[in-house]
């Protein structure tokens, strides 16, 4: 089974230290940068999922030249190759153009299951790897908590979670997933896995590679911040008072009149 896993560069969220640039952009050389926490457990499954069928996982990250660090991780804990796209055209690139990219790319590879995370902790726009299956014409499963392939029949089953507990879905292979924490923790790269990583092969490509029209020349983005500002402050809380069931009616009626219930 040959699974391809996208991951992102983030700043490191326990680092706290990110920061906005006068463009708007996060300056990202304000903070170290770790693999996006969605993708790693999409790695980490994807990793189980070879363990126990065989195969190969490769990941594929969109990036400055500097992402190879970063991907060296993914490399250690257990992932054979990486693909970089890299270009200074994609500096500040917003979601549509990165959706682009990262599908053309996938599309020159081979693989039977592409992974992504749900979302990723510097944006939290949830919408590349949907975006991708979208543009390849493949099934999506989302917010996935399990994932069962089937090589015999050539399809895979994931455990989605909903509001409800568990979607179950059934799609033909090659497919997308989309990750969640509920695939399980992820493992820490053994020493052995850390001197390995240091000789996988990486592959960098340009959109010259894959498609100088991927992205406008102008960097004129369909998409881009307009602004930025501070949340309101919050509010003063309200105190209830009184005997217990009169507590209840005047919280019953807080929210009524707000149509919460």
Do not use: F
Request: net charge negative; with cysteine; glycine share 8%.
């Amino acid at each position: 089974m040959r699974i391809l896993v996208m991951t992102k560069p983030v700043p490191d969220p326990a680092a706290n230290a990110e920061r906005l640039g006068p463009d708007l952009r996060l300056d990202r050389a304000a903070s170290p940068t770790v693999v996006n926490g969605n993708d790693e457990y999409g790695l980490e499954a994807a990793l189980q999922l070879v363990e126990a069928h065989g195969g190969e996982v490769a990941i594929l990250t969109m990036a400055p030249a500097s992402g190879v660090e970063t991907m060296r991780k993914a490399l250690a804990m257990g992932a054979l190759r990486g693909v970089l796209v890299s270009d200074d055209a994609l500096a500040g690139a917003d979601i549509p153009t990165t959706i682009r990219v990262l599908a053309a790319a996938a599309a020159i590879q081979e693989w039977d299951l592409l992974l992504g995370g749900l979302d990723t902790s510097d944006g939290a726009g949830g919408a590349v790897t949907a975006g991708v299956a979208a543009r390849l014409g493949l099934p999506l499963l989302s917010a996935a908590a399990h994932i069962e392939p089937d090589e015999a029949a050539r399809t895979v089953r994931v455990k989605r979670l909903s509001a409800k507990g568990y979607d179950l879905l059934e799609a033909p292979m090659p497919a997308v997933v989309s990750c969640t924490q509920a695939l399980g923790t992820p493992r820490y790269p053994s020493l052995k896995g850390i001197m390995a990583a240091r000789t996988r092969q990486i592959t960098t490509l340009s959109l010259a590679d894959l498609g100088a029209d991927l992205a406008p020349a102008d960097r004129q983005w369909p998409s881009r911040v307009l602004a930025v500002e501070p949340p309101p402050s919050r509010a003063a809380g309200r105190t209830v008072t009184g005997d217990p069931a009169s507590q209840a009616r005047e919280i019953a009626d807080y929210l009524a009149d707000r149509r919460i219930i």
